[in-house]
């Protein structure tokens, strides 16, 4: 086994505490969920957990440094995802006037697709993966095998917990949809927590 049994038992705690804590990941996904229902929600959990394994692997193979040593490069990445996530804001205006069948029909593949594109375009979480991670590898074993086996069970916590959350917030959606009145508001809603993770990202510190 890659990594130690009680590294794995200290990893587990610390890595579904950080899991819970509401983020950019978790908002997203409540987003979806609210505005397109369950297929919506898990689609952009989905979308969200495979751009945090992608994350992983960069943060492994130490692509991390390139934008660590490379100012210009993480400001092109975190400046594209704020512009991205405020096109899905006006995306979100536009869906809550359609009606509760028009917002059904949104592909999940869009939908998986803009969580990949959020999650990737997030410059911090790679950086956070090569902070959090580290912490629990041994150093006298082989260090990719660890750091992989590490972050895919973060990424499985982040998925259950997303998962949950979209759930959630579907079953809250579909009761504001069946009003074309809720259903525009319900727009607005997601519009603005899209704003939100943008305004976010625009004003974090490198």
Sequence with gaps: MPVEALTLLAFLPAALALNLTPGADM???L????????RAGQAANLGIAVGCMVHVLLAALGLAAVLKTHPAAFEAVRWAG???LLWL????LRSGIATPKEVAKQSSLRIFREALVVNLLNPKVIFFILSFLPQFVDPSRPVLPQFL???LVFCAGGFVVNGIVGGFASTIGAKL???ARLSR?????TAGIF???ALRLAVMER
Excluded: E, H
């Design 149 to 151: 086996l590490l972050g």
């Design 31 to 38: 987003g979806q969920g609210l505005k397109g229902g369950w």
């Design 82 to 84: 704020v512009l991205y």
């Design 89 to 92: 804001a006006v995306q979100s």
């Design 185 to 189: 508001w319900l727009g607005r809603v």
């Design 177 to 179: 949809a069946a009003s």
């Design 195 to 197: 704003t939100m993770l």
């Design 27 to 29: 908002m997203f996904t």
